[in-house]
Nanobody, 122 residues
């Protein structure tokens, strides 16, 4: 079992930055791929970024590539999502999730946090 708690969301103006954190507790955090997903109002949950267990491989959705960086600190059981040059269309609830595979498919993530709201004003 892995428990995930996101933090760092908030209200920011367009062009600003936020750093989301996801603290994990439970077993074997360092053995999981960690991902970030988001869900906008009336939208479907979509993949944002993923990082392999070692941190050696990262993947991004085209919509955030070049503006976001996913990283992890296995000693602290924490994964981060640094988001820069934020746009109003980035407004969503952001979720972190854990998977045994490196994938962008939400159905392959077995553990999810409760989400943190990010609102970008124009």
């Amino acid at each position: 079992q892995v428990q995930l708690v996101e933090s760092g969301g908030g209200l920011v103006q367009a062009g600003g930055s936020l750093r989301l954190s996801c603290a994990a507790s439970g077993r074997s955090f360092s053995s999981y791929t960690m991902g970030w997903f988001r869900q906008a109002p009336k939208g479907e949950r979509e993949f944002v970024a993923a990082i392999s267990w070692s941190g050696g491989r990262t993947y991004y959705a085209d919509s955030v590539k070049g503006r976001s960086t996913i990283s992890r600190d296995n000693a602290k059981n924490t994964v981060y999502l640094q988001m820069n040059s934020l746009k109003p269309e980035d407004t969503a609830v952001y979720y972190c999730a854990a998977s045994i595979r490196i994938t962008g498919r939400s159905e392959e993530y077995g553990y999810w946090g409760q989400g943190t709201q990010v609102t970008v004003s124009s």
